[in-house]
């Protein structure tokens, strides 16, 4: 399994932009699917961008498209979110995971499909 642990959460304004990065511990990282989820109080995690191991393919939610941009550096272990014009509805816990299998560009991931997580950083954007 893969060790991850996020980080660059904060409070920001409407309209401003943050950047998550997730450090992942372990051998397999450069071979994993990775993606980011979303949790608000009360609701359930929400996919919010993937991507495939080499880098070369990522897919978004429609939610966050056009406005977040996934990437990773596999000589670093590390992988982020970009998050740009940013909205009060952005406001969750963001969490890092990672999975053994890479869909499509228009798949819709879930939870279940990845197997390793981070504890999650806090996202507020205030209004």
């Known amino acids: 399994q893969v060790q991850l642990v996020e980080s660059g959460g904060g409070l920001v304004q409407a309209g401003g932009s943050l950047r998550l990065s997730c450090a992942a511990s372990?051998?397999?990282?450069?071979?994993?699917?990775m993606a980011w989820f979303r949790q608000a109080p009360g609701k359930e995690r929400e996919f919010v961008a993937a991507?495939?191991?080499?880098?070369?393919?990522?897919a978004y939610a429609d939610s966050v498209k056009g406005r977040f941009t996934i990437s990773r550096d596999n000589a670093k272990n590390t992988v982020y979110l970009q998050m740009n014009s940013l909205k009060p509805e952005d406001t969750a816990v963001y969490y890092c995971?990672?999975?053994?299998?890479?869909?499509?560009?228009?798949?819709?991931?879930?939870?279940?499909?990845?197997?390793?997580w981070g504890q999650g950083t806090q996202v507020t954007v205030s209004s």
């Open positions: 372990g051998r397999t990282f450069s071979s994993n699917t």
């Open positions: 995971a990672a999975g053994q299998r890479w869909y499509s560009t228009s798949f819709n991931y879930s939870p279940s499909d990845f197997g390793s």
């Open positions: 991507i495939r191991w080499s880098g070369d393919l990522t």
